[in-house]
């Protein structure tokens, strides 16, 4: 009997294990920022936020901007931004700055457009979104509840996914590519998440009845996420499991998918 017994927990152990499959060891890469103009988008970047552009890039479609930690890449869409602040599902890129209203000041006399009635307050400070030279949506954030270490000018605070369900993004994010909670303080407006190794990854935000823009990869312009992996099959073969179609990248070496949302995330080998 007791032989039974272990052989049939045996058996059960071995059923759920394989019913697990292996979760890729994804990493947040950068940002990919698709504009329809590429020379004012290097200037926006740069002059007026004071990134710095990589002056070893050879590709024309393509320029990659250092901004001391999360890197942006541009590249050649062929239209300008559709997304509308408020109603369509997107993905991020939040920009910090020490104050806030001189920032905004800042943008407005580049001719940036900055959207005045979207001023609020949220978990850490306050924001406002406001949009690139080609119609992109970024957000600006003063971190207002704790002190923060002396700086100048814009650097990235953060960027994610604005969905209009937080369960269904936390099943994709966490449940299927493998990504953690690093803090449900913030729940159910925005969920931070992390890195197998703990480190920080992007964030989930959620504003219900917001609609699906259908995006087009390469064509439309709007931002998206761009994951690394060291072996790039496996994630392939893992999407593939889920019945998630994969698509050549802009890199030489990637692939690119469809969350449940229609944001378009990049894998790249590293």
Known sequence: ??????????????????????????RLEGVRIWVDDLSAAKRFYTEILGFEADSRGTDPM????????????????????????????RTGLTLQVPKLLPAIDQLREAGIRVEETQLQRNGVG???????????????????????????GFKVYNSGITTSDME?????????????????DYLPAALPL????????????EKPGLERLELRYGVDSNLNLVFSISDLSLVKNHLNTLGIKVHPSISSDGLVFEDPFGNHCEVIRK
């Open 126 to 152: 306050i924001s406002i979104p406001f949009r690139d030279a080609s119609g992109n949506l970024l957000s600006l954030m003063e971190v207002q509840i704790r002190p923060v270490a002396p700086f100048t």
């Open 168 to 184: 269904k993004a936390i099943a994709f994010y966490e449940h299927k590519l493998g990504f953690k909670e690093w803090s449900g």
């Open 194 to 205: 992390k890195h197998s190794d703990n480190s920080f990854a992007f964030m989930l935000h």
């Open 1 to 26: 009997m007791k032989r039974a017994l272990s052989l049939l927990l045996f058996l059960c152990i071995q059923l759920t294990c394989a019913q697990k499959p292996q979760l890729p060891n994804l």
């Open 62 to 89: 393509s320029i990659l901007i250092h901004t001391g930690s999360t890197p942006i890449y541009l590249s050649k869409a062929k239209l300008s931004s559709k997304a509308i602040y408020g109603q369509h599902i």
